[in-house]
């Protein structure tokens, strides 16, 4: 009776073990788990680059939105997109067009004036005229409607988008708000002072401020008058200038470096808003790029030549 039931059960296991269908159930069975983990890693990766490309593509729609603003309305000074950006992450505003987004910046950080002008005939002309706002009259503006924005919020959209908080000094040297140039369209990606080494970990000085252009290769200007100092390589700048300029009988220095190009030679004379060169530093594609870990310009302010007398540059450039 046993050997019989035996031989049942191992004639329906050969049975079994010829059926097609069997092996397919086993193989399924085996691959279930594994199918399983390749499409959670494979939504996760989506999920990752697509939260990415959103965060550039964000950041780029603001900077682009500045833009069409500024030459819709013929505004001549600078916007920070990343101040725009932090404003607007605090407000909580959702754009689903460009458009939108325009008139959000047009409606908030654009002041309308009117002039009266008088024609040659005796005849009256009005003009109207755009400004951006600066970034001391937008951290005044935010506290008021539509924003009503508490200090926390500004303090957060200074950590946000890098912008000081108040005056710095100017070491003697006065300067008027926005007297000078921008070097560089783009936003601070790791401004002046106390920082962690992006190569050593260590906590270091950063004798400068680093500025993302919005263009990868973009003009950089002189930030004032003056002569070009001198130009060369370094193993950590990279291509850099150095233009030496004078003010009220003082004399500073302002360098700028990880260039893709240099535009101007030793001795040149510098007019303030000249383009000197082009932003580079993108590691293995800019030749001479130094130590760097993206496309941005490195720029210091010094009060002579040597590194180390340098100081903060948010003293002498607004709209960062």
């Not at 069975?29 to 996760?44: D, S, T």
């Not at 002309?125 to 937008?138: F, G, I, L, N």
């Not at 601070?188 to 401020?209: E, I, L, Q, W």
């Not at 870990?293 to 210091?300: A, D, I, K, P, S």
Request: aromatic letters at 10%.
């Amino acid at each position: 009776m046993t050997a019989a039931i035996a031989v049942k059960i191992t004639a329906a296991a050969a049975q079994l073990v010829k059926n097609k269908k069997f092996w397919l159930c086993i193989a399924t069975a085996a691959l279930f788990p594994i199918a399983i983990l390749v499409l959670l890693l494979g939504l996760l990766v989506s999920i990752f680059i697509s939260f990415s490309y959103d965060m550039n593509t964000n950041l780029n729609d603001y900077a682009a939105a500045v833009t069409a603003v500024a030459a819709k309305n013929d505004i001549t000074n600078y916007l920070s997109p990343y101040l725009v950006k932090a404003i607007d992450s605090c407000d909580n505003e959702l754009f689903s067009s460009a458009s939108q987004l325009e008139a959000f910046i047009l409606n908030n950080f654009v002041q309308t004036t009117i002039e009266e002008t008088e024609n040659i005939d005796g005849t009256k002309k009005r003009v109207v005229k755009h400004r951006y706002y600066s970034t001391s009259e937008m951290f005044s503006i935010v506290q008021n409607a539509p924003f009503n924005l508490s200090e926390n919020d500004i303090q957060l959209i200074c950590e946000l988008s890098l912008e000081p908080l108040g005056d710095f000094p100017t070491d003697n040297i006065p300067i008027t708000p926005g007297e000078m140039s921008n070097p560089l369209v783009g936003w601070v990606s790791s401004p002046y002072g106390s920082r962690t080494d992006p190569f050593t970990g260590a906590m270091t000085f950063h004798n400068g401020m680093d500025i993302v252009a919005v263009n990868w290769h973009s003009s950089v200007h002189a930030i004032y008058n003056g002569v070009v100092h001198s130009t060369g390589t370094h193993k950590s700048y990279g291509n850099w200038i150095m233009l030496e300029h004078k003010k009220n009988d003082k004399t500073f220095y302002t360098f700028y470096a990880h260039l893709s190009k240099i535009s101007v030679f030793s001795g040149q004379t510098i007019l303030s808003g000249q383009v000197i060169g082009n932003e580079g530093g993108q590691p293995k594609e800019d030749e001479n790029a130094g130590d760097s870990t993206g496309h941005h310009l490195h720029f210091e302010v010094r009060l002579t030549p040597q590194s180390s007398s340098h100081t903060n540059p948010l003293a002498y450039i607004v709209g960062y």
